[in-house]
Nanobody, 115 residues
Framework: QVQVVESGGGLVQPGESLRLSCEAS????????VHWYRQAPGKQRELVAG???????NYADSVKGRFTISRDNAKNTVYLQMNNLKPDDTAVYYC?????????WGQGTQVTVSS
């Protein structure tokens, strides 16, 4: 059975940092591209960052220079380092493992940025 579990969310003040983790079990994460999405209340889910199988990364313009996605295939885990957080980053953050054959989502982790 495949499980994808996000962790690391919380309440922080503007300018602070958080590191989200996304661990997959039941699959070999090295065979998947992984993307982080977020959804704020009343808004559509949006793509935040992605990392493909070879390790190339891409980011939404709104987070470039502040967020970094990385992966540790030995731990079946993908990370999202978020620096200089802003109130607009408040959302539920989801990760997604996908390849040509399969697509798996986690349950999300809440990130709240507020003073």
């Amino acid at each position: 059975q495949v499980q994808v579990v996000e962790s690391g969310g919380g309440l922080v003040q503007p300018g602070e940092s958080l590191r989200l983790s996304c661990e997959a079990s039941g699959i070999s994460s090295s065979m998947y591209g992984v993307h982080w999405y977020r959804q704020a209340p009343g808004k559509q889910r949006e793509l935040v960052a992605g990392i493909d199988i070879p390790g190339s990364t891409n980011y939404a313009d709104s987070v470039k220079g502040r967020f970094t996605i990385s992966r540790d295939n030995a731990k079946n885990t993908v990370y999202l380092q978020m620096n200089n957080l802003k109130p607009d980053d408040t959302a539920v953050y989801y990760c997604n493992f996908n390849n040509f054959f399969s697509n798996y989502w986690g349950q999300g982790t809440q990130v709240t940025v507020s003073s």
